[in-house]
C-alpha cells in the first residue's frame, strides 16, 4: 500500500483521543489530546519515512500507551545491581540507610525547620543540621556543605584562587566521570592554573619555585580514579602543608573518596577525614556518598577562618544542598556515632561481607535456580569492587554465581535480564552471565528467582 493510502487510514485527532480516552479512562482528557497528537505524529512519520509499509489500529494504540506512560510513570527506577561493583556511579552510587531514606519521606512531604530557628523564633541556617556533627567526626574547625564535591571544589577555588594562582601537580590533573577535569574547573572558577613537575614526578622544591606573590592556594589533588606506577614521585600532604605553613599559603586538599571513620572491615587502608585534617591541612573536600555512603553532597571541612569566607562567597548559594539531601546526609551522619562493627550503612555493610557470606548467597540462590531446565549454574571465586571512581586498584573477594543459558547467546540473556520489571543489571564473563551476591539486596533474590519463573517458557 502506498504512503498516501496509509495516510488517508490514520482517524482524526479528536476522534482518536475518544478513543483513548475509552480504552484507558484513567487519564484525563488533556492528557488524552496530547497523546493522540504525539502518537499520531509519530505514526505519521514512519509513513512518510518508509519505516512503516502497513496500518493496524493496534499499531496506533500501542503508541499511544507508550507515551501514557511517558507521562505518568517515572522513567527513574529501581534496578538490581548483580555487577559486585559496590559503588556504581551509572547506577545512582550509595544506597542509603533505611533511616536516611524514610527521613527523606518525612522531610519531603511536610514543612520543616529547614532554615528557622525554632528556639528564637528568627531566621536559621540550614548547615547546622550537619555542621556540629562533621566537626565532631572529623575533628575540624567548621564545615560547609553543597550539592557534590565537584561544586566544592568549584567553591574553595572560586574563594581563595579567583585572579590568583593554584599551584597544582602536573600528574594531579586529573579527569574524573562527567567530564570534570581539573584545569577546565579551574579556568572557570577563575583561578589561573600554575602547574608544577612532571606528569610522573613532582617534588617540594616545584611548589617552592612556584611560589609567588599572585599565590592563592597549594592544591593536592586525590587522583581517584587511576594510579600512577613505575618511576614515580609525589609530594606529600604532610611536605605541602609544611610549606604552607613557611610561605603562610592556605593548603587544600581534594581528596573526593575518603571515610569518616577507620574500619578494619574495609579490608584495605581508605584516607579517613580525623586523620587528614590533624596533620593540618587547612581545607578538605570530599563526596557525601562514595565512602561516606549517603547522598550526593560535597562536604567541606577545615579552619574556621576559611570557611568563614566562602559563606560570603555569593557562589554558595547557587551550589548549595537541598533539604532532602540535608536531611539524607545528617542520617547517614548519626550512624556513625552509634555502632558495633560496622555502620548501618550499606555500602559499608556490603564491603564488610566475608567470602562465607558471599559463598552462603550463591548457594541458596544456586538451590533455586538449579531447577530451571534451560540454565546451568556454577559457583565461582571472583572480585567486587568498590567502584564511583574510589580505590581503583583494591578488590575484595567474593562467590560468584556463573549462568549460561542453553539456548539463547550471553548478550540476549542479559538483555532480557535488563528487560525486567525491575532491571537486573549483570557482567559477563567468559560468555557467562554474573550474578555477584556483594551487591544485591535481601528482596532482589525473590525477584531474581521470579524472573526465571515467569520467562523461562517465553524466553529460552
Known amino acids: 500500500m502506498d504512503k498516501n493510502n496509509l495516510l488517508k487510514k490514520l482517524p482524526k485527532t479528536d476522534i482518536f483521543s475518544d478513543d483513548i480516552n475509552k480504552r484507558y479512562n484513567h487519564i484525563s482528557h488533556e492528557l488524552s489530546i496530547k497523546v493522540a497528537r504525539r502518537a499520531l505524529d509519530e505514526i505519521r512519520n514512519k509513513i512518510l519515512n518508509g519505516e512503516l509499509d502497513h496500518y493496524e489500529t493496534e499499531i496506533l494504540f500501542k503508541t499511544a500507551k507508550n507515551y501514557i506512560e511517558y507521562y505518568t510513570v517515572p522513567s527513574l527506577k529501581n534496578v538490581i545491581n548483580a555487577t559486585g561493583v559496590i559503588n556504581h556511579t551509572n547506577l545512582g552510587r550509595s544506597p542509603l540507610s533505611e533511616k536516611a531514606s524514610s527521613h527523606i519521606v518525612k522531610i519531603a512531604s511536610r514543612y520543616s525547620n529547614l532554615e528557622y530557628n525554632v528556639k528564637s523564633g528568627e531566621r ?224 559499608m555493610k556490603k564491603i564488610a561481607l566475608s567470602m562465607n557470606d558471599t559463598y552462603e548467597i550463591c548457594c541458596r540462590l544456586k538451590d533455586r535456580l538449579d531447577s530451571f531446565n534451560h540454565i546451568e549454574t556454577t559457583i565461582e571465586k571472583d572480585q567486587s569492587t568498590i567502584g564511583g571512581g574510589s580505590l581503583p586498584e583494591e578488590f575484595i573477594k567474593t562467590f560468584v554465581l556463573s549462568i549460561r543459558a542453553k539456548e539463547m547467546t550471553t548478550f540476549e540473556f542479559e538483555k532480557k535480564l535488563r528487560a525486567w520489571r525491575v532491571p537486573i543489571v549483570t557482567r559477563i564473563s567468559d560468555d557467562n552471565i554474573i550474578i555477584d551476591p556483594r551487591t544485591l539486596f535481601q528482596e532482589d533474590y525473590d525477584e531474581i528467582i521470579k524472573f526465571f519463573e515467569d520467562f523461562e517458557g517465553d524466553i529460552f
Open 124 to 347: 536559621g541556617s540550614r548547615y547546622v543540621h550537619v555542621e556540629e556533627k562533621l566537626i565532631e567526626l572529623t575533628g575540624a574547625e567548621s564545615a560547609i556543605i553543597v550539592n557534590n564535591n565537584a561544586a566544592a571544589v568549584m567553591l574553595v577555588l572560586n574563594t581563595f584562587c579567583f585572579g590568583k594562582d593554584g599551584i597544582v601537580s602536573r600528574g594531579e590533573l586529573v579527569e574524573i566521570g562527567g567530564s570534570f577535569r581539573i584545569p577546565e574547573v579551574m579556568k572557570l572558577s577563575g583561578a589561573i592554573l600554575k602547574e608544577v613537575g612532571c606528569t610522573n614526578k613532582t617534588n617540594i622544591k616545584d611548589y617552592e619555585e612556584a611560589i609567588c606573590d599572585n599565590t592563592g592556594l597549594i592544591i593536592k589533588v586525590h587522583p581517584s580514579n587511576f594510579k600512577l606506577v613505575g618511576f614515580t614521585e609525589e609530594v606529600s600532604i604532610n611536605e605541602l602543608i609544611d610549606l604552607g605553613l613557611k610561605k603562610n599559603i592556605v593548603v587544600y586538599n581534594d581528596i573526593g573518596s575518603l571515610s569518616l571513620v577507620d574500619l578494619d572491615v574495609t579490608k584495605f587502608k581508605i584516607p579517613v577525614a580525623s586523620e587528614m585534617i590533624k596533620k593540618g591541612v587547612d581545607l578538605l573536600s570530599f563526596s557525601g556518598d562514595k565512602m561516606v555512603g549517603g547522598p550526593q553532597a560535597g562536604i567541606i571541612v577545615g579552619r574556621k577562618k576559611y570557611i568563614d569566607l566562602m559563606r560570603k562567597n555569593n557562589l554558595l548559594r547557587a551550589i548549595r544542598i537541598d533539604k532532602l539531601s540535608l536531611a539524607a546526609l545528617e542520617c547517614t551522619l548519626m550512624e556513625y556515632f552509634d555502632y558495633k562493627e560496622v555502620p548501618d550503612i550499606p555500602i
